[in-house]
């Protein structure tokens, strides 16, 4: 049974950091497109940064372009998140996923993505 499970969550102020971790179990994810999404209270889920399974492809929204960096490791089944330069509009749920379909181009759709973790929340105080 596949398991995706977030950790690094928290409140923080505006202007700092939080790193994101998804760790993957029950199976193995070298070859997917990891993807981090973000849900705000009455918003719909939308896609925040992914990063293809060689790691060749890397996709950012423009609200975190610059401030948002993806890494994968795969040895660790693991993708990471790290969020510089927070601002209380980054305030949501944030959700890793895995699309298993073997791709060269991150997708950017909810749709593409088959496993999704609980969530971890990060709040940005102004």
């Known amino acids: 049974q596949v398991q995706l499970v977030e950790s690094g969550g928290g409140l923080v102020q505006a202007g700092g950091s939080l790193r994101l971790s998804c760790a993957a179990s029950?199976?193995?994810?070298?070859?997917?497109?990891l993807g981090w999404f973000r849900q705000a209270p009455g918003k719909e889920r939308e896609f925040a940064a992914g990063i293809s399974g060689s790691g060749g492809d890397i996709a950012y929204a423009d609200f975190v372009k610059g401030r948002f960096t993806i890494s994968r490791d795969n040895a660790k089944n693991t993708v990471y998140l790290q969020m510089n330069s927070l601002k209380p509009e980054d305030t949501a749920v944030y959700y890793c996923a895995v699309d298993t379909f073997p791709r060269t181009k991150v997708p950017v759709s909810t749709a593409n993505y088959d496993y999704w973790g609980q969530g971890t929340q990060v709040t940005v105080s102004s």
């Open positions: 029950g199976r193995t994810f070298g070859y997917a497109s």
